[in-house]
């Protein structure tokens, strides 16, 4: 066994959270798993896309950093694969810069999008903040006809179930643990996202557009996401109006 795969059994059997570390370039490589180790994380380094999958299967990482530019596959056929194993986070690593990748990326469900060159220690406030998004303490929230069931990370509505992302997940259970409360933007940006400051960014909204769609009846006249003046959102269980 390798050291690194050695140090990460022990720290995983000490109840630490998993990460995988997807990324060909082996200094760059290095510093990300050096730097998770040093966070006290559990950390396993894939170099492809099949070790990858080998790995996910193995490891069971709790976040998956993965680079899209890998030498066997594309990072987006992998962000497929590792999300239909379970319902592991993923920040997504690229040298891209283009807009139409990091929308594609953001869409498709990833938790967050870097664009190389990067911080360290941002990126590291990134894993942080991806880990510890708030959930709300049921794992199963009833909204008229539809049904959150947060552990399978799906919507039921009239026998049919639609799968939900992490990130949608987490802003659902972020505004139910707040329910009948306004959250502005800004704070969905800093406590869900992890951003430290505001972003120019219409990431929220695009979370909040899916999260209608799959779970309104009509959702450009919501019942349960309600949008209020100023920036903000506010989630009622009755389906009254905010």
């Known amino acids: 066994m390798r050291p690194q795969s050695q140090r990460s059994a022990v720290l995983a059997r000490q109840g630490q959270k998993r990460v995988l570390v997807v990324e060909d370039d082996d200094a760059l490589a290095r ?8 966070e006290g994380f559990a950390v396993e380094r894939a170099s492809d896309g099949g070790e990858a999958t080998r790995f996910a299967a193995a490891f069971h990482p709790d976040l998956v950093l993965l680079d899209l530019m890998l030498p066997d596959t594309s990072g987006f056929e992998l962000f ?5 194993r379970g319902a592991t986070a993923i920040i997504m690593l690229t040298a891209r810069g283009q807009k139409s990748d990091k929308l594609r990326g953001l869409k498709i469900g990833a938790d967050d999008y ?6 360290i220690d941002e990126l590291m406030a990134r894993v942080h903040a991806v880990l510890r998004r708030a959930r709300t303490n049921v ?8 049904t959150i069931d947060f552990a399978q990370q799906c919507i039921v509505r009239r026998g049919r ?6 990130r949608e997940c987490e802003v659902i259970s972020y505004l139910a643990a707040r329910h009948d409360r306004v ?7 800093r406590e869900v996202w992890g951003y430290p400051e505001s972003p120019i960014t ?3 909204d695009h979370a909040i557009a899916r999260l209608r769609k799959k779970l309104e009846a009509d959702p450009h006249h919501p019942r349960f ?3 209020v003046h100023g920036n903000g959102y506010c989630l009622t269980f009755n389906g009254g109006r905010a």
């Not at 510093?31 to 040093?38: A, Y």
């Not at 794992?139 to 539809?146: H, M, S």
Request: net charge neutral; glycine share 4%; hydrophobic share 45%.
């Open 31 to 38: 510093v990300l798993c050096d730097s998770l180790v040093i």
């Open 183 to 189: 959250v502005y933007r800004d704070e969905l940006l």
């Open 80 to 84: 497929g694969a590792l999300r239909r």
């Open 225 to 227: 996401i309600h949008t």
């Open 114 to 119: 870097v664009t190389k060159p990067f911080d």
């Open 202 to 204: 219409r990431s929220v």
């Open 139 to 146: 794992e199963v929230l009833a909204l008229g006809d539809a």
């Open 161 to 166: 179930s639609v799968p939900l992302s992490r």
